[in-house]
T-cell receptor
Framework: EAGVAQSPRYKIIEKRQSVAFWCNPISGHATLYWYQQILGQGPKLLIQFQNNGVVDDSQLPKDRFSAERLKGVDSTLKIQPAKLEDSAVYLC?????????????FGPGTRLTVL | DQQVKQNSPSLSVQEGRISILNCDYTNSMFDYFLWYKKYPAEGPTFLISISSIKDKNEDGRFTVFLNKSAKHLSLHIVPSQPGDSAVYFCAASAPSGTYKYIFGTGTRLKVLA
C-alpha cells in the first residue's frame, strides 16, 4: 500500500514570497490533515478535511494560509506571503474516516525555510 | 497553553534496558491517547494507543500505562534496541466531533549499543 506522498521535500524562499505544498493521501482515506511542526515542538494541526469539506481550521492563520482539497483526494496548502516564523516542517496525514479515533498516517513532510 | 507535555526533551538508555517515556496532560476531557515515533526526515508513525477505559495496553516490546487521576501516561520499551532511537511524541484526543489530536513536544530517545 502506497503511503502519503508530499512534495516538494524541501523549499527555501525569501520572506514575502508565496509557496505551495502538495499532498496525495492514501487511497480511500476520507480524512486529510495538514500539520505545522516548528523545530523543537510537536505537530500542530492547521486544517482537517473530511472528503473535500473543512471540519476544523481553527488554528489556520487565514490571513496568509489557505488550503483546498478538490475532488476529495489531493490537497494543496499555500502560504502567501510567507513570514520568517513560517519556517517549519509541514506534514500531511490521512486517515480512513472521521467521526471516531483513527490512526493517522503521515507523509515525510516538506521542510520550509523562510529567509 | 500546552495541553500535552513531555517534560524530558531527551533520554539515553543502554541497549537491553528499559526505556520509560513520560507524558502529562491537563485536559480531563481527553479520553484517547497515542504514541508516535519519528525518525529523521520521515513523518511520524503510529506506535501504540490506549483508551481511557483501560490503564494498560501492550504490543510486543511496547507498553503504555495510563493514570487518569494523575493525568499521566508513560511508554515502556523493553528491551530497548538501537533501532528504537527516534523522537517519540505522545498525543491526546477528546470526543469533540473532529477527534483531532494534540501532540506533545516530543522526547528524543537514544539507545546506546
Amino acid at each position: 500500500e502506497a503511503g502519503v506522498a508530499q512534495s516538494p521535500r524541501y523549499k527555501i524562499i525569501e520572506k514575502r514570497q508565496s509557496v505551495a505544498f502538495w499532498c496525495n493521501p492514501i487511497s480511500g482515506h476520507a480524512t486529510l490533515y495538514w500539520y505545522q511542526q516548528i523545530l523543537g515542538q510537536g505537530p500542530k494541526l492547521l486544517i482537517q478535511f473530511q472528503n473535500n469539506g473543512v471540519v476544523d481550521d481553527s488554528q489556520l492563520p487565514k490571513d496568509r494560509f489557505s488550503a483546498e482539497r478538490l475532488k476529495g483526494v489531493d490537497s494543496t496548502l499555500k502560504i502567501q506571503p510567507a513570514k520568517l516564523e513560517d519556517s517549519a516542517v509541514y506534514l500531511c496525514a490521512s486517515s480512513l474516516r472521521d467521526g471516531t479515533y483513527n490512526e493517522q498516517f503521515f507523509g515525510p513532510g516538506t521542510r520550509l525555510t523562510v529567509l | 497553553d500546552q495541553q500535552v507535555k513531555q517534560n524530558s526533551p531527551s533520554l539515553s538508555v543502554q541497549e537491553g534496558r528499559i526505556s520509560i517515556l513520560n507524558c502529562d496532560y491537563t485536559n480531563s476531557m481527553f479520553d484517547y491517547f497515542l504514541w508516535y515515533k519519528k525518525y529523521p526526515a520521515e513523518g511520524p508513525t503510529f506506535l501504540i494507543s490506549i483508551s481511557s477505559i483501560k490503564d494498560k495496553n501492550e504490543d510486543g516490546r511496547f507498553t503504555v500505562f495510563l493514570n487518569k487521576s494523575a493525568k499521566h501516561l508513560s511508554l515502556h520499551i523493553v528491551p530497548s534496541q538501537p533501532g528504537d532511537s527516534a523522537v517519540y511524541f505522545c498525543a491526546a484526543s477528546a470526543p469533540s466531533g473532529t477527534y483531532k489530536y494534540i501532540f506533545g513536544t516530543g522526547t528524543r530517545l537514544k539507545v546506546l549499543a
